[in-house]
């Protein structure tokens, strides 16, 4: 599974700053990112999770003074005294919905909530933002047949989105609540996996779905592939060495003979020894090498070679 923030959102939504001057939410941060600090203002986080405010605070109103503002570089508002609260100041300070009030899969002990005959809180309820004074609870199907997700009332009824912000009213209310985006509340249904890494998604299709590097792999996440180590590395060899003689390197294993989970058994009486790989970019292992074990195999392309170390005698 993969995470479901900013799947799909597009490169200004990587590249461009999250709030535009004066304080505007960009179309691209739209379900992502917010601007208002007023705590009755409830919606969906950007998973669909829970229900909360938006984080945005203003620094100069800290009672403990122990709080700078955030940065210049990370300042996104007239007012240069708010941002995020400090807790998700590794979020560049970027406001988000994450102030939570509670979670969609437990029905919440808040004083008198009203709630809507169509919501439920179970494990597979979701969250819809909507027209209510806060967004609803029901359970969601990520329909993989239909590419849509689903939104199943409390007698059983299923509503299909079938497109992003779709509103769809309540029944017997004048309510309406509001779809999804499809890559955020179903992420899987959408490139699963991103590709493993061994293809591209093609978003600009109706239902985006990946395209293999290998032409032959029609699997829906390009998992169907074969690594050929010729091809893969030029220079197919691993080297271990001793910290004492860093230059007496010895071959250890080749990788023109390597099939998958290949086992190396390694003594070295003691000595602190290092496994180092000259084909994958310099990944270094260092570990004392009496009575270990070393494991390798392969993982998705993108990744290549994983070596797994682990005592024999365990």
Request: proline share 7%.
């Amino acid at each position: 599974s993969i995470m479901g923030f900013g799947h799909g959102a597009g490169c200004n939504f990587l590249n461009k700053a999250c709030i535009q001057p004066p304080g505007v939410v960009p179309k691209y941060s739209e379900g992502y990112f917010c601007n208002m600090g007023a705590t009755n203002v409830y919606k969906c986080d950007s998973m669909h999770r829970v229900i909360a405010n938006c984080d945005l605070m203003d620094y100069s109103k800290i009672g403990d003074g122990k709080r700078s503002p955030p940065p210049t570089t990370m300042s996104y508002f007239e007012n240069k005294n708010f941002g995020a609260r400090p807790a998700h100041n590794r979020a560049d300070y970027c406001p988000t919905f994450t102030n939570v009030i509670f979670t969609c899969r437990r029905e919440p002990v808040v004083g008198k909530l009203q709630k809507l005959s169509v919501e439920s809180f179970t494990e597979t309820s979701r969250c819809y933002n909507s027209n209510f004074q806060r967004p609803l609870c029901m359970e969601t199907i990520c329909n993989e047949r239909k590419h849509m997700v689903q939104a199943k009332f409390s007698d059983g009824s299923l509503i299909s989105c079938q497109n992003d912000g779709q509103k769809i009213a309540v029944p017997n209310t004048s309510y309406t609540f509001e779809c999804p985006r499809l890559a955020d509340i179903c992420p899987d249904l959408i490139c699963p996996f991103n590709c493993a890494g061994a293809g591209k998604c093609l978003w600009h299709l109706d239902r985006p779905k990946c395209q293999c590097f290998d032409t032959n792999d029609t699997t829906s996440f390009c998992n169907n592939y074969t690594i050929t180590p010729t091809s893969a590395f030029p220079n197919k060899t691993l080297y271990i060495a001793s910290l004492e003689e860093p230059e007496e390197k010895a071959p250890l294993f080749n990788l023109t003979n390597f099939t998958n989970f290949t086992e190396v058994d390694i003594q070295k009486n003691g000595t602190i020894a290092e496994i180092i790989s000259e084909t994958i970019g310099g990944i270094w292992e260092s570990f004392t090498s009496s009575g270990f074990r070393i494991k390798l195999g392969w993982y998705f392309p993108a990744i290549g070679l994983i070596i797994f170390i682990y005592p024999m005698y365990v």
